[in-house]
């Protein structure tokens, strides 16, 4: 029986048995420098497991410059597909001394036959084995079938439901006995809801008596969800509508209530009480003390193996209510409706898990009169650093007069960036692109979004330009395809997020897709036929492993009480199978930014 290690995925597939017949079938080869494995279009015999050395992929009919298209090392496998396949499409030879253990083909389809997980891994696609690779992360017995699983049926309550003309005497009767804290009232086919809340609102200061119906004090505005939603999402729809409730429906029929504090009930964790605490803070202290408890909610999410969309999601509406709860602190009431706070950035996109620093803006209606705006916006900006958001060192944020102005000033600048077409003024329509409203009237934004559109999304040269940047920094692959690894790591924000995140909002721009977080635009893009859905699903996933591996950095740092905030990932601190994805999610990248050069002619610039 051959001693080799088995923790590693596809191996964890299998139950011990399966591992015990590996173990007992493997053998163990040596392999001389340059010595061909595996030639192009010969049968696969074997599956290799890599014991010591390394192993070149190549393909013969490429010029030899450019013919190693992957590069194995220890504890990664090859020749599985060869088998799958029927022969081998590529050459595998050594090139150095190796030894390898060897899977004979007769055991490996018996295992593919018996666990049907072990074959599929072979087959999927990098948005298979990024989940796999999730799944595998998570700690302490906590699995995302436990948590990002769990859906919205595990977690409603029988609705309550009462006649729109019953009285406040009888719903109040109706909540006690049922234990409730929420009724709702059919009228005319349409649901309304009222709170205990409500009720006592209308007794002691609406002038209503107990013979009131209670549909006069009922919500018809319902934020709604169904029954076989992740309960996250429900999670993350009421953080971001500041709402304690959502109604469950299915095809118009109501199912159900779920209320905030049965979620959090069902998550059991302290971590998970964040959003609750931000909601209930009234003065800055409160709040800057649940805007602390951030990086252990993001540390908890990770830990349980929280899906990173969802994670992304709720920090994002998470940050979006602790800055609308700063700007209700700081800005006068009598403003509100006629200004617009915007967040810009990776925080507009609803992509920056950990604070980063602040990119922000104002938008004011064009017949508004504030005339200490600039005071009261160097206040909102110092109260944001208390929160533990940094000021931004390029200096966008609302205390700086150049991000703050009227629509008509907004279209104005969006007119001036784009016939400019310098670097400085499409960093500057690139930020805006991604502005999300946070507080005040998020109208003001459209109107200048669609200029924006208006203006831009016609305009091929420009759009050339703004592509253009995508290209900036190179993909860290090697001039054979393989990982680079220098000693201080690979930059991933450069060469893997960024050319994604600017590529998909350029084409974005064009189509004037309104979403601004990436994955939402990368849907909107299959769904309007722009690109292929198993290439936008694959960009999808890269994305999420580049922030993912980023994360795990930045919260190790963390741990140390680090202030930086570093991209960079050291590739020989990988396991194999993270090595493979990251080498695949590259050159996912480098495949989109030649279809970007292509489809914008920057070829030719």
């Not at 319902?222 to 109604?247: C, I, N, P, S």
């Not at 916006?377 to 208390?386: G, S, V």
Request: with cysteine.
């Amino acid at each position: 029986m051959v001693e080799v290690e088995l923790s590693q995925l596809p191996f964890t597939l299998l139950d011990e048995e399966g591992r015990d017949h590996i173990r007992r079938g493997m053998d163990l080869a040596y392999f001389d420098r340059d010595e061909i494995i595996l030639e192009t279009g010969q049968a696969g015999e074997s599956v290799f497991l890599i014991h010591k050395g390394e192993i070149a992929e190549l393909d013969p009919t490429l010029p030899a410059s450019s013919s190693r298209i992957g590069h194995y090392t220890a504890g990664d496998l090859f020749g599985a597909i060869s088998i799958l396949n029927g022969k081998s499409r590529y050459r595998f030879q050594a090139e150095q001394e190796s030894l390898c253990y060897i899977m004979p083909k007769a055991l490996f389809m018996q295992l593919c036959r018996h666990y049907p997980e072990f074959e599929n891994f072979f087959k999927h696609s990098l948005s298979h084995k990024a989940r796999l690779l999730a799944e595998k992360r998570a700690e302490g017995g906590v699995t995302m079938a436990g948590f990002m699983l769990a859906k919205v049926s595990e977690c409603m309550r029988e609705p309550l439901l009462m006649d729109a003309s019953a009285d406040i005497n009888n719903a109040v009767i109706q909540l006690n006995d049922s234990h409730a804290d929420s009724l709702l009232v059919n009228t005319q086919g349409k649901f309304g809801m009222v709170t205990k809340t409500d009720l006592l609102n209308g007794l002691v200061l609406g002038n209503c008596s107990n013979a009131t119906p209670v549909e006069e004090l009922a919500h018809f505005s319902l934020v709604t969800v169904t029954a076989d939603q992740y309960l996250f999402e429900a999670l993350v729809l009421m953080t971001r509508h500041k709402v304690a409730r959502v109604v469950v429906m299915e095809q118009g029929a109501l199912k159900g209530v779920v209320e905030l504090t049965d979620v959090l009930s069902y998550f059991s964790s302290r971590s998970y009480v964040v959003s609750l605490q931000v909601e209930q803070a009234n003065n800055l202290e409160t709040l800057a003390a649940a805007s602390q408890r951030t990086p252990e909610l993001v540390n908890a999410l990770m830990a349980q193996g929280v899906k990173l969309r969802f994670a992304m999601d709720l920090l994002a509406a998470l940050n979006g209510r602790i800055m609308s709860k700063a700007w209700v602190f700081t800005v006068d009431e009598q403003h509100h409706s006629h200004s617009c706070l915007m967040v810009m950035g990776s925080e507009g996109r609803g992509e920056q898990i950990l604070k980063t620093d602040q990119d922000n803006g104002l938008i004011l209606a064009d017949d508004s009169h504030w005339p200490d705006v600039a005071e009261q916006m160097k206040t909102l900006t110092e109260t944001l650093i208390q929160l533990g958001y940094p000021p931004c060192p390029g200096n966008i944020m609302v205390s700086n007069p150049e991000w703050v102005g009227t629509v008509s000033q907004w279209k104005q600048n969006i007119v001036k960036w784009a016939s400019a077409r310098d670097g400085d003024s499409l960093m500057k329509l690139a930020i805006l692109l991604d502005a999300h409203a946070v507080a005040g009237n998020p109208g003001l934004l459209e109107h200048v979004r669609d200029e924006l559109f208006e203006h831009c999304s016609r305009d091929e040269l420009l759009l050339s330009y703004f592509a253009r940047t995508a290209l900036r920094f190179s993909t860290p692959l090697t001039l054979f395809g393989s990982l680079k690894k220098p000693q201080h790591g690979i930059d991933i924000k450069k060469g893997g997020i960024f050319p994604i995140v600017h590529g998909v909002r350029t084409m974005a721009l064009e189509r004037r897709i309104k979403a601004t977080s990436t994955l939402d635009r990368l849907d909107a893009l299959a769904a309007d036929g722009r690109l292929d859905r198993r290439f936008a699903d694959d960009l999808g996933e890269a994305l999420a492993l580049f922030t993912e591996l980023r994360l795990k950095q930045q919260l190790h740092e963390l741990g140390e009480t680090s202030e930086q905030r570093t991209n960079r990932v050291v590739v020989q601190e990988l396991s194999s199978l993270e090595r493979d994805l990251l080498r695949e999610a590259l050159h996912i990248v480098k495949d989109f930014k030649q279809r970007l050069s292509q489809r914008y002619h920057l070829e030719y610039s």
